[in-house]
């Protein structure tokens, strides 16, 4: 199994209900480690460049909307298969679709506030580290 990093936001619903330790806590107990976190105010440019995929979708003026209402914690996981292992931890994206114990079930409310984001693939965890996080952030981390 291979050793990755992968892209996490825990997003302004689940900070304001001050649910960033549960959070962290059960990416934690899953087998991943924060490598690097940071809490910002995403500001309503960056949230559209950031969720620029879904421009066209009729959810997209919402989306950024939330992402920019309130401070959000963004973070750098690592651990094996880490990608895969935070979606699984993540659960599905509607929280009344999301298996018990996983973080959309617990802290969740509906499929718009829905806690918490992961990146999809290696190319894509690439993009949003480097979106939210410097080099010289980022060279700290390595090992």
């Known amino acids: 199994m291979a050793i990755e990093r992968t892209f996490s936001i825990v997003k302004p619903d689940a900070v304001k209900a001050n649910k960033v330790g549960t959070v962290v806590g059960l ?46 914690v963004v973070q750098v996981l690592e651990g094996e298969n880490a990608i895969l292992r935070n979606r699984e931890i993540m659960g599905a994206t509607n929280p009344e679709e ?27 965890a690439a993009v949003e580290v480097a979106f939210f996080f410097s080099g010289s952030e980022l060279a700290a981390l390595a090992r």
């Open 27 to 72: 990416l934690e107990e899953g087998g991943l480690t924060v490598v690097a976190q940071k809490m910002i105010r995403m500001t309503d440019a960056q949230a559209k460049e950031f969720y620029g995929v879904h421009k066209e979708r009729p959810f997209f003026g919402d989306l950024v909307a939330f992402m920019t209402e309130g401070p959000c």
């Open 98 to 124: 999301a298996a018990d114990g996983t973080i959309r079930k617990i802290v969740g409310t509906n499929i718009e506030r829905n806690a918490c984001h992961g990146s999809d693939a290696p190319e894509t």
